[in-house]
């Protein structure tokens, strides 16, 4: 028995997918080539970058890079273990930990900005156009919107200067 399924839905699936995969293993390879850091382990990082005081509740943080507590509890673990990011118990609820981003880790994921961005305009930016990117925000604003998420979350800042906190553009200097 063969259910019904729109073709072309599914075919934008397809190349949703693997788009995604391409565009990931493009910017791991870079990340891993130029600064031996793993894109999983830089996204963390830059979201500890950003926040407050450099620190998130492990399970805000959970939240923000799309992992379960425990996978993110082991990724933690092996950020730790390299001196990137510390653990610290939280004073108002004995129940909930911080990630905290150690001096380290604020050197190594600046070090690292410029790599992600020029993978980015590599990999993503420079095959788009402004019309592309507009539609594209939509299409996925309505899958997100659907699902009762956050078309763009508050954090919307996605690789910003870990010192300054000015946009990551500033960080790789000119790119032309």
Same mark, same amino acid.
């Not at 156009?129 to 925000?137: A, Q």
């Given at each position: 028995?063969? =259910?019904?399924?729109?073709?072309?839905?599914?075919?934008?699936?397809?190349?949703?997918?693997?788009?995604?995969?391409?565009?990931?293993?493009?910017?791991?390879?870079?990340?891993?080539?130029?600064?031996?850091?793993?894109?999983?382990?830089?996204?963390? =990082?830059?979201?500890?970058?950003?926040?407050?005081?450099?620190?998130?509740?492990?399970?805000?943080?959970?939240?923000?890079?799309?992992?379960?507590?425990?996978?993110?509890?082991?990724?933690?673990?092996?950020? %730790?273990?390299?001196?990137?990011?510390?653990?610290?118990?939280?004073?108002?609820?004995?129940?909930?930990?911080?990630?905290?981003?150690?001096?380290?880790?604020?050197?190594?994921?600046?070090?690292?900005?410029?790599?992600?961005?020029?993978?980015?305009?590599?990999?993503?930016?420079?095959?788009?156009?402004?019309?592309?990117?507009?539609?594209?925000?939509?299409?996925?604003?309505?899958?997100?919107?659907?699902?009762?998420?956050?078309?763009?979350?508050?954090?919307?800042?996605?690789?910003?200067?870990?010192?300054?906190? %000015?946009?990551?553009?500033?960080?790789?200097?000119?790119?032309?």
């Amino acid at each position: 028995m063969r =259910l019904p399924i729109d073709e072309d839905r599914l075919r934008a699936w397809i190349a949703l997918m693997r788009a995604h995969a391409v565009v990931v293993d493009g910017l791991e390879e870079e990340l891993l080539r130029e600064r031996e850091l793993p894109l999983a382990w830089h996204e963390v =990082l830059v979201h500890l970058a950003r926040a407050p005081e450099g620190r998130l509740r492990m399970q805000e943080l959970a939240d923000s890079v799309l992992l379960s507590k425990s996978g993110l509890s082991r990724l933690v673990d092996r950020l %730790e273990a390299a001196g990137y990011v510390a653990r610290e118990s939280c004073d108002a609820d004995r129940r909930g930990t911080y990630a905290v981003l150690t001096p380290e880790g604020r050197r190594v994921v600046r070090a690292a900005a410029p790599v992600f961005v020029r993978a980015f305009d590599e990999h993503v930016a420079r095959h788009l156009t402004d019309e592309d990117v507009r539609t594209l925000r939509s299409v996925l604003g309505k899958i997100l919107s659907g699902h009762g998420k956050a078309v763009e979350p508050d954090d919307v800042e996605c690789a910003p200067d870990v010192e300054a906190g %000015e946009p990551a553009s500033t960080l790789a200097g000119d790119r032309a």
